[in-house]
């Protein structure tokens, strides 16, 4: 991509957005360009003009009103500069929450099979650290592009200046910014070749500086002993990263000393050429001191000027990974079509399915209909693909051949948000969040919510489920915050709890579809029992998927689909599968039943 597009894309992504929500910002940076514009003029007037009235009449009262003038004119503008200085800070920090939330909430949007997208989520750090420290955000932006403005105003005075008094300035300073140009974008280049290596490094640093802090790893840190081998990754990164940076700043240095060289050459140049000019009688004293400033005001802006727009170029860089990861294209195709209410029928039609990025046919030539309201029991071996179909149910994944309907249609046709509606699933790894209880169950901000309906409809689902005596016994009751990330009186449910409460959660959804995967594996027996024994009323007149590996629970369900290899080997109600000879079904509930009775 051509760098003019970079910079317009970039521009074009962030600046209407600043300016829809903080259009003061603007007013703010066109007051500081202007102070910064008119600035060296003050000695490009004062110096010469005391330097010739101390040559000349040395008027005592004219010395000290031009001396008193600078300075005061330098404080004033130095103290708005400031004031300007600080608001632009402050706005800063305000575009970086912004802009972090708007990204937070792509994430959260995403395709979930992005997630495991090694290339999505290299995008994603790139994102992240290109709209923070590597572009500093919308100050960092904003900077050059202003400076650039404030540079041009400057020059265009001078340049007024020089060209009536001592032309050739011009052509040493083009000559010599050319060359620091050149420099510059090789130094450039060679930095942003370095941040693509280190996108990957930075990835890793993150989460192993997660693993290490966040104490919820800290039992398996300790008990496998897993701490040397953090600490030694860490290490091993770390010297990673390092030489990744030495090699930056060793390919660098070059470069740095031609610019700092050529800068030397320019000065001695430019006094050569005054200096001749004021000895030859060409002009005064005090003009060749205001020429020498002149020029080096002139150098100076048109310096300034292409650094700001390499600057430019530079940050749209870094800034661009962040409107890349913006427009990410979606991983999957998504329909318009309305979902009807009420229950569903759900068609599997030679479905197959691998992992992206893996040949393993997980699923292959599944066919199995789910009825309106049914209960379905779907048992088999660990790996069988049991959890894998639930999660194409539920469109986390497309399917690699065949087809899901929903009442006759391509899941694919419906609109996305709407179907996700559909379904209310406990998944094995299911998470909750570090908010009070009934946030996590009515997946609503606290401050927002009715206590009559909503706070009396998680009450009566907690006493459903077996768990309104364990929450009251909580100091704060349904406002107790899960776990210690950030409240110190936050408390640390059981495996067993937290299963309950993420029942909870996908019964108050009241979804048509209640989809459980092994949803009591955590649980002990007496609390099994409990769940099983309001099993029914829990999903009554709810489609309902149950996956679990303790056969007693599909007494409960209508129909038992046994999967293994990736497929469905056996399908129909407990009474046909009990007895089947040479069933699976009847050799794995026969297994189990021999443990009940002992
Ligand atoms: P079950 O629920 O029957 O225990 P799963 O559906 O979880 O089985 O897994 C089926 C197979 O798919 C397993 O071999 C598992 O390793 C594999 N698998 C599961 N999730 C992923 C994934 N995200 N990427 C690649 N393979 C996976």
């Known amino acids: 991509m051509k760098k003019e597009n970079v910079i317009k894309k970039v521009y074009g992504y962030f600046l209407p957005e600043a300016w829809r929500i903080h259009k003061g910002y603007f007013a703010v940076r066109m007051g500081k360009m202007l102070t910064v514009s008119i600035r060296p003029f ?14 000349g009449e040395g008027n005592p009262e004219r010395l000290i009103g031009l001396a008193t003038a600078l300075v005061l004119l330098e404080f004033v503008l130095g103290i708005i500069d400031g004031t300007l200085s600080n608001v632009i800070e402050r706005y800063g920090q305000k575009f970086e929450n912004h802009f972090n939330m708007i990204l937070s909430r792509r994430i959260m949007e995403l395709d979930f099979q992005m997630t495991e997208d090694k290339k999505a ?23 050059p592009f202003f400076n650039f403005l404030s540079n041009l105003i400057t020059l265009l005075g001078v340049v007024v200046l020089l060209v009536v008094n001592a ?13 620091a140009t050149l420099m510059n974008d090789r130094l450039n280049r060679i930095e942003q070749e370095g941040y693509r290596n280190l996108a990957k490094i930075n990835r890793i640093f993150g989460y192993l500086g997660w693993s290490l802090v966040d104490f919820r790893y800290g039992k398996d840190i300790r008990l496998y002993e897993s701490k040397d081998m953090m600490v030694e990754k860490w290490q091993h990164f770390t010297d990673e990263w390092n030489r990744e940076n030495i090699q930056i700043a060793n390919k660098q240095l070059p470069y740095q000393l031609l610019r700092e060289g050529s800068q030397i050459v320019h000065d001695v140049a430019i006094y050569f050429y005054l200096g001749a000019l004021a000895i ?9 001191i205001r020429m020498v400033n002149a020029a080096s005001t002139f150098t100076g802006s048109l310096k300034n000027m292409v650094i700001c727009y390499q600057e430019m170029v530079k940050k749209s860089n ?21 979902v009807k209410e009420g229950k569903h029928v759900f068609e599997f039609k030679d479905l197959s399915f691998s992992y992206p990025g893996s040949e393993v046919k997980v699923l292959q030539h599944v066919n199995l209909t789910i009825r309106e309201g049914e209960h ?42 709407e179907y996700m509606k559909v379904f209310a699933p406990v998944f094995q790894d299911f998470k909750l969040f570090a908010f009070r209880i009934k946030e996590n169950l009515l997946l ?55 299963q309950k409460l993420a029942i909870a959660r996908a019964l108050i959804k009241d979804a048509p579809v209640v989809i459980l995967d092994e949803p009591t594996a955590a649980l002990d027996p007496i609390a099994e029992y409990e769940i099983y024994k309001h099993f029914e009323e829990l999903v009554k007149g709810k ?12 007494q409960f369900c209508d129909r038992i689909a046994v999967f293994s290899e990736g497929n469905v080997k056996e399908y129909g109600t407990h009474g046909e599968l009990v007895n089947k000879p040479d069933g699976i079904y009847a050799k794995m509930f026969a297994a189990q039943a021999q443990y009940y009775v002992s």
């Not at 693909?385 to 469109?395: E, I």
Request: charged letters at 25%; a negative charge.
């Open 318 to 338: 870094y800034a661009n990974e962040y409107v890349k990861f913006m427009d990410y294209p979606p991983a999957m195709p998504k329909g318009k079509l309305p």
């Open 280 to 288: 030859l009688g060409k002009m005064t004293i005090a003009i060749c």
């Open 543 to 554: 489609t309902a998927i149950y996956i679990s590996h303790r056969l007693s629970s599909c």
């Open 376 to 417: 379905l029991s779907v048992v088999g071996l660990n790996g069988a693909g049991k959890t894998t179909l639930v999660k194409l149910m539920c469109r986390l994944y497309d399917p690699t051949e065949g087809e899901i309907r929903m009442d006759g249609i391509n899941i694919k046709e419906y609109d996305y948000q």
């Open 121 to 143: 989520l290299d995008q994603l750090e790139l994102a992240k650290n290109g709209m923070s420290w590597y572009s500093g955000g919308m100050n960092g932006l904003m900077e």
């Open 444 to 498: 609503k901000d606290s401050e927002d919510m009715n206590p009559e309906t909503e706070e009396a409809l998680a009450r009566e689902t907690l006493r459903k489920i077996g768990m309104a005596e364990k929450v009251d016994s909580f100091k704060n009751g349904m406002d107790t915050v899960l776990f210690k990330q950030f409240d110190q009186e936050g408390i640390e449910p059981s495996g067993g709890e937290q």
């Open 167 to 179: 032309p050739m300035v011009l052509v040493i300073a083009a000559v010599i910014v050319a060359i």
């Open 42 to 55: 003050l000695s490009i007037y004062f110096i010469p003009a005391i330097i010739a009235e101390l040559m």
